[in-house]
């Protein structure tokens, strides 16, 4: 609702909403969702939603940059036109300035994503599950297989 209540202007140039983008490879399908396309001064943009509040660095912000990439990549494939603006807008913030977050993509980040992204899952499909590093504590204690892993134990009893 604080999108659409501080954006209103801007709601004329959507062209969808809840756009599914699916790419099939030899061995698994990717698929993601993009929240919001729109054509802003003749350039298309992708907007992706977080019900937070702003950030832009750190390991979440990355995270959610890679996401960018990988749907930049499902666009180009779809509609064979690469998006020329990736936005985060954080829902947490009251003002639409606060809020939206433009995101830098270059050509080689989203090439290092798709990349890293099928090597990743190459792994899952050889079953290759072996941990080459933990994630920070912070993420263990909020992790819902905490239960059932050695890493995570002492920080449950905390």
């Known amino acids: 609702m ?3 209540t501080a954006n209103r202007e801007r709601l004329q140039n959507v062209i969808d909403t809840e756009v599914e ?5 030899a061995a698994y399908v990717l698929d993601g969702r993009v929240d919001l396309i729109r054509s802003e001064d003749g350039a298309l943009e992708m907007v992706d939603f977080k019900a ?3 950030i832009d660095r750190g390991e979440d912000f990355e995270a959610y940059r890679d996401q960018l990439a990988l749907y930049r990549h499902l666009l180009e494939e779809r509609y064979g036109r690469r998006p020329d603006r990736a936005l985060l807008y954080f829902t947490g913030e009251a003002d ?5 977050v433009v995101v830098d993509l270059s050509g080689d980040d989203v090439r290092d994503v798709v990349q890293r992204f099928d090597a990743t899952a190459q ?3 050889a079953r290759d599950f072996a941990l080459r590093r933990y994630p ?3 993420t263990c204690r909020a992790c819902d297989f905490k239960y059932y892993c050695k890493r995570a ?3 449950v009893d905390n």
């Open 52 to 54: 937070q509040r702003r």
């Open 96 to 100: 639409a300035n606060d809020a939206r």
């Open 136 to 138: 920070p504590r912070d």
């Open 153 to 155: 134990e002492a920080d």
């Open 21 to 25: 983008v699916m790419l099939e490879q």
């Open 123 to 125: 792994q899952i499909i």
């Open 2 to 4: 604080r999108y659409f």
